[in-house]
């Protein structure tokens, strides 16, 4: 079992970009990190997964090109970059964990979960 701790998320004009991290209370290498959003009256989506052990990333067809996921070097910590922020992503922002786990993973399979991090687009 591993603690999650979002941060990162602020309010952010349009066209901004934001760095969400996701800390883990041990290292996260042997994990795989998803991202997930859910904004009020929505259902919780998949943003995008890195897999365990240094595997591959995976990211929702509608997140492809403006979020990149990666690993922090000291591997406890899991960013997700969002660039040219839209009002549509405006959401809360969780990471999950799970694992040895490989990516694509539905929401179901991950055991551990962090509060989230707020992001708010607007002018």
């Keep these: 079992q591993v603690q999650l701790v979002e941060s990162g998320g602020g309010l952010v004009q349009p066209g ?3 760095r969400l991290s996701c800390a883990g209370s041990g290292a996260l290498d042997l994990y795989a990190i998803g991202w ?5 009256g929505k259902e919780r989506e998949r943003v995008s997964c890195i897999s365990s052990n240094g595997g591959s990333e995976w990211y929702a067809d509608s997140m492809k090109g403006r979020f990149t996921i990666s690993r ?5 910590t899991v960013y997700l970059q969002i660039n040219n922020l ?3 992503d405006a959401a809360k ?3 999950a964990a ?3 786990g490989l990516c694509p993973l ?3 399979e991950y055991t551990d979960w962090g509060q989230g991090t707020q992001v708010t687009v607007s002018s």
Excluded: H, N, T
């Design 86 to 88: 839209k009002p549509e």
């Design 106 to 108: 539905p929401e179901r």
């Design 93 to 95: 922002y969780l990471c």
């Design 16 to 18: 901004g970009s934001l």
């Design 98 to 100: 799970l694992e040895w």
């Design 36 to 40: 997930f959003r859910q904004a009020p």
């Design 72 to 76: 922090g070097d000291a591997k406890d």
